[in-house]
């Protein structure tokens, strides 16, 4: 999934999901900056363990340049929006705005009904607004990091295609978040088979 998401008098922003060692480098810096940086988060808490276990990172770039990324972690039955980070010089709603629709879009087409997160209180009203969330009913505050957060929710509903137990074998091959064009492996379809 790459998408254009602005196009401007300067440059457009782009959206991708990380595929490679370079990309999470690039995740990596915008969030040591970010939380780090900013919020003081220490390192230990900031990279905790969850970011190459079950977790897809995604990034938003201006041209070359990261400029913001989250993370989704896959349970059972729902998705876990987490680790948003701007950086200052692109805040403002554009670039937070289109990486939260890509993560969930990218969890409905996986089939996800339910998305969880786990918020900062103090930014209640950019997450209603951002993602048409919902607080969720009696569940405690509780805090790490130095930050009071609380629990929001809201409900997907998978598009046509989304991807599932009968998705065709080719599609499912195919990188995450770009099912929709031909994979390297159909691409070796083509080669003779290997006795
Ligand atoms: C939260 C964040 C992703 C939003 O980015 P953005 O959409 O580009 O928008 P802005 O930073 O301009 O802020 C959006 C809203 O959040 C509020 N906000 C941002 N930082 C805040 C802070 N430190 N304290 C209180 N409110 C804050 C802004 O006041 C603004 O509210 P408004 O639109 O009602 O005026 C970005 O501010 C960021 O990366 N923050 C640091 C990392 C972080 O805290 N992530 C969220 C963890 S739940």
Redesign the pocket.
Known sequence: MKRPVKRSSTRAVTVSVVRDIEALLEVWSVRSL??MG??DCPYQEEFDGNDLAGATHLIARVGKEPV?VMRIRWFADFAKIER???RQS????????ALVKTSLDLAARKGYRRVLGH??A??L???L??ANVRLRPDRPQFNFSGYDYIEIERDLIPPDGAIGLDTPAMVLLRPEGDWDRPGVLERSQTRSRAR
């Open positions: 970010v939380y900013e919020q913001g948003v980070a701007i692109h805040r403002s709603g554009e670039v937070s705005a918020i900062q103090r930014l009203k950019y997450w607004r951002t």
